[in-house]
């Protein structure tokens, strides 16, 4: 079963044809729709070009302003407060809040008042229209 495959070109394809009507061989900027289509695809990768471009020099001044802005900062806080005088007034607010909470969440303690156990009426003065 092994023979040798005979590849030959069909009669169709070689009647009639020169070379100079071959399609590989046709001139590429012959037809006006390809140099249309060339045109259209290269304004189109310059212009996405020029929008990276753009995009990446917008990046670059946006990275060098937070940059400046951020070491300007850094300065202005070292010299406005040292370390040795935050961790005091980050200490006593911690301790602030923490006693917020604890007296926002631990019970109430009721004081017995001055009265006699008879008595069912609630503290304080009387109502004016009660003791009349």
Same mark, same amino acid.
Not at 1 to 16: A, H, L, T, Y
Not at 115 to 130: E, M, Q, T
């Given at each position: 079963?092994?023979?040798? @495959?005979?590849?030959?070109?069909?009669?169709?394809?070689?009647? #009639?044809?020169?070379?100079?009507?071959?399609?590989?061989?046709?001139?590429?900027?012959?037809?006006?729709?390809?140099?249309?289509?060339?045109?259209?695809?290269?304004?189109?990768?310059?212009?996405?070009? #020029?929008?990276?471009v753009?995009v990446?020099?917008?990046?670059?001044?946006?990275?060098?302003?937070?940059?400046?802005l951020?070491?300007?900062?850094?300065? @202005?806080?070292?010299?406005?407060?040292?370390?040795? @005088?935050?961790?005091?007034?980050?200490? #006593?607010r911690?301790? @602030?809040?923490?006693?917020?909470?604890?007296?926002?969440?631990?019970?109430?303690?009721?004081?017995?008042?001055?009265?006699?156990?008879?008595?069912?009426?609630?503290?304080?003065?009387?109502?004016?229209?009660?003791?009349?």
């Open positions: 079963m092994e023979e040798e @495959q005979k590849w030959s070109v069909s009669p169709q394809s070689s009647v #009639g044809r020169t070379c100079t009507e071959h399609p590989c061989k046709k001139r590429f900027w012959k037809n006006c729709k390809d140099l249309s289509g060339i045109a259209v695809c290269s304004a189109l990768s310059l212009l996405s070009f #020029g929008v990276c753009l990446y020099l917008k990046t670059a001044e946006l990275q060098s302003k937070v940059f400046n951020e070491k300007e900062r850094d300065t @202005q806080l070292s010299a406005w407060l040292s370390l040795d @005088q935050v961790e005091p007034i980050l200490i #006593g911690l301790d @602030q809040i923490l006693e917020e909470k604890l007296a926002a969440r631990l019970p109430k303690v009721r004081e017995a008042r001055e009265a006699p156990h008879s008595c069912v009426c609630p503290p304080g003065r009387p109502h004016p229209l009660l003791s009349e």
